[in-house]
T-cell receptor, first 116, second 114 residues
């Protein structure tokens, strides 16, 4: 069965520090998709990135970067020069897309607190 | 482009009462999902629709929960009768297809069962 583990329950850093959020996943499939979502205090889940299992290229988007390593089943998320507006709960999620059933399996989330 | 719409945003009911939530997906999105998010946890899939057909309802507590998407657009999720443990945020999401495409979420309905 698929599983996502976000071992860091809460991280607190001072503004401008770099921070990495860890995500480890389990799946039996060779084709799967990984996602990161941000959930600010308002509650709405905001899509950040999608990766398929065949694309291990790391990605950078502004201050955000993602490191996908199939060898360790990890899909880590780094925020460079963090800002107070980055404070939120971040979720890593996995979809196996098996037989067309591609509902997301989420981790428990990491609560990121950026202190001014 | 309008996002996923949900209503109501908040609902308070007594246990054993019934409640219904409504979702309107992004225009053109064939796949619709309902998730339950209990406080402090990640969302959990309840049911997935492709157009007006059910793709996956393996985690839906069918003794009390039901959902429909009759015309392949809007969807309704119902709980009858509600229990205290149903207190959660109910999130609706949609995607263009069901091949691991990005799911976009609505603002959710926060349910409190007293």
């Amino acid at each position: 069965a698929q599983k996502v583990t976000q071992a860091q329950t809460e991280i607190s850093v001072v503004e401008k520090e770099d921070v990495t959020l860890d995500c480890v996943y389990e799946t039996r499939d060779t084709t799967y998709y990984l996602f990161w979502y941000k959930q600010p205090p308002s509650g709405e889940l905001v899509f950040l990135i999608r990766r398929n299992s065949f694309d291990e290229q790391n990605e950078i988007s502004g201050r955000y970067s993602w490191n996908f390593q199939k060898s360790t089943s990890s899909f880590n998320f780094t925020i460079t020069a963090s800002q107070v507006v980055d404070s939120a709960v971040y979720f890593c999620a996995l979809s196996e897309a098996r037989g067309g059933a591609d509902g997301l399996t989420f981790g428990k989330g990491t609560h990121l607190i950026i202190q001014p | 482009e309008a996002g996923v719409a949900q209503s109501p945003r908040y609902k308070i009911i007594e246990k054993r009462q019934s409640v219904a939530f409504w979702c309107n997906p992004i225009s053109g999105h064939a796949t619709l999902y309902w998730y339950q998010q209990i406080l402090g946890q990640g969302p959990k899939l309840l049911i997935q629709f492709q157009n007006n057909g059910v793709v996956d309802d393996s985690q839906l507590p069918k003794d009390r929960f039901s959902a429909e998407r009759l015309k392949g657009v809007d969807s309704t999720l119902k709980i009858q009768p509600a229990k205290l443990e149903d207190s959660a945020v109910y999130l609706c999401a949609s995607s263009r297809t069901r091949l691991g495409e990005t799911q976009y979420f609505g603002p959710g309905t926060r349910l409190l069962v007293l």
